[in-house]
């Protein structure tokens, strides 16, 4: 039986919807390569513990950067691992896929995933933009003629969009999001207390001790690297406090960002913000007051999904269903599209039912 695939193509993980059965994977985006002979050694989670712990000759490849492909050939190679290890007797079937990608992404980049797609043997390809398939994964509804404000901080990006109608009415992506921040711990961790430490390390701190607003009762946290100095194991302990400070301009330029999103937004529609509030996905949504500090800058309620790290695949397998339900729109659209059998942004052709009723 054909099953259709919604993969949320993240810089810092994979997540793979199948229908009927919800997530079925989600992985880091990674890959191990062998530099001698171009092997795959591991992939997805089983790469990542090999970050910072491999010979020379074995690298561990990010080849998703800033939300999209960096590397081609690494990602086709991850994506077919990935299927294969799903075992998806139905993915010979050919199933339509559909896939997320950040807003404002160039015609290159949409040829880059286009054509890993297709090399894994999706039939039919549908790109939609990841803040209106995060907003759709979290409850929103962004068919109806309201407003719906949602900030999706990643891995790669930062994407910002008011969406109406099935449609963006307003976004802004940046290429600033958590793997800016581990980079910017790292690094401060490096200059304060001449310590080198690893990707996963940066990463847990941020996620232990990462703040967007200052704290009176801090955490701290005990951090091994090796010192600067001598090469030898050292040991520090850091506080919240010290990574709110780190990642404060960061945060502030997302804050600033979203404001310049709301002020382009049609009045109706900014005063439907106004009366529902943002709402904020993404892994980046876990950092501790992050909504405190965006509420302060928008003067408007911000939330916090309930599920922010899988909202976007979510997404995917609600969206799927409604492109079937518009089988006579998406007949045509893939009439228009048959050399490549690719649909862009499909939620654009959908509309409210109740629109469709009155009009």
Same mark, same amino acid.
């Given at each position: 039986?054909?099953?259709?695939?919604?993969?949320?193509?993240?810089?810092?993980?994979?997540?793979?919807?199948?229908?009927?059965?919800?997530?079925?994977?989600?992985?880091?985006?990674?890959?191990?390569?062998?530099?001698? /002979?171009?092997?795959?050694?591991?992939?997805?989670?089983?790469?990542?513990?090999?970050?910072g712990r491999t010979p020379k000759e074995i690298n561990v490849h990010h080849p998703l950067k800033g939300g999209v492909i960096a590397d081609i050939a690494v990602t086709e190679q991850l994506l077919e691992l990935f299927m294969q290890k799903l075992n998806l007797n139905s993915?010979?079937?050919?199933?339509?896929?559909?896939?997320?990608?950040?807003?404002?992404?160039?015609?290159?980049?949409?040829?880059?995933?286009?054509?890993?797609?297709?090399?894994? +043997?999706?039939?039919?390809?549908?790109?939609?933009?990841?803040?209106?398939?995060?907003?759709?994964?979290?409850?929103?509804?962004?068919?109806?003629?309201?407003?719906?404000?949602?900030?999706?901080?990643?891995?790669g990006t930062s994407d910002i969009a008011v969406l109406s109608m099935g449609s963006t009415v307003t976004s802004r992506s940046i290429k600033l999001a958590g793997d800016n921040m581990d980079f910017a711990i790292s690094e401060y961790i490096k200059d304060k207390y001449q310590?080198?430490?690893?990707?996963?390390?940066?990463?847990?701190?941020?996620?232990?001790?990462?703040?967007?607003?200052?704290?009176? $009762?801090?955490?701290?946290?005990?951090?091994?690297?090796?010192?600067?100095?001598?090469?030898?194991?050292?040991?520090?302990?850091?506080?919240? $406090?010290?990574?709110?400070?780190?990642?404060?301009?960061?945060?502030?330029?997302?804050?600033?960002?979203?404001?310049?999103?709301?002020?382009?937004?049609?009045?109706?529609?900014?005063?439907?913000?106004?009366?529902?509030?943002?709402?904020? /996905? +993404?892994?980046?949504?876990?950092? $501790? +007051?992050?909504?405190?500090?965006?509420?302060?800058?928008?003067?408007?309620?911000?939330?916090?999904?309930?599920?922010?790290?899988?909202?976007?695949?979510? +997404?995917?397998?609600?969206?799927? $269903?409604?492109?079937?339900?518009?089988?006579?729109?998406?007949?045509?659209?893939?009439?228009?599209?048959?050399?490549?059998?690719?649909?862009?942004?499909?939620?654009?052709?959908?509309?409210?039912?109740?629109?469709?009723?009155?009009?």
């Open positions: 039986m054909l099953r259709d695939i919604g993969i949320d193509l993240g810089t810092a993980n994979i997540l793979v919807f199948l229908k009927d059965r919800g997530i079925i994977l989600n992985e880091p985006s990674l890959v191990a390569l062998d530099e001698r /002979t171009g092997e795959v050694i591991a992939v997805g989670e089983r790469a990542y513990q090999m970050v993915w010979f079937s050919k199933p339509d896929i559909l896939i997320c990608t950040p807003t404002n992404i160039t015609t290159v980049e949409q040829k880059a995933i286009i054509q890993a797609a297709i090399k894994c +043997g999706g039939r039919n390809i549908y790109l939609e933009e990841e803040p209106k398939v995060a907003a759709v994964g979290v409850g929103l509804d962004i068919f109806s003629p309201i407003g719906n404000m949602v900030i999706d901080i990643g891995g310590l080198i430490i690893g990707e996963r390390t940066a990463e847990a701190i941020k996620m232990s001790l990462g703040s967007a607003v200052e704290v009176e $009762n801090e955490s701290d946290m005990i951090v091994k690297g090796r010192d600067m100095t001598t090469g030898l194991p050292k040991t520090v302990t850091i506080y919240t $406090n010290e990574i709110y400070h780190c990642l404060k301009e960061m945060l502030d330029t997302i804050g600033e960002e979203a404001r310049l999103v709301l002020e382009a937004t049609p009045p109706e529609l900014a005063g439907d913000i106004i009366e529902r509030g943002v709402m904020v /996905t +993404g892994g980046g949504a876990l950092i $501790n +007051g992050i909504d405190r500090m965006l509420s302060e800058k928008l003067q408007v309620p911000v939330m916090i999904a309930e599920n922010p790290l899988q909202s976007v695949a979510i +997404g995917t397998g609600i969206l799927l $269903n409604r492109i079937k339900s518009e089988r006579g729109i998406f007949a045509a659209i893939r009439r228009i599209f048959s050399a490549k059998k690719v649909v862009m942004n499909p939620t654009a052709h959908m509309i409210d039912d109740e629109r469709t009723e009155e009009s």
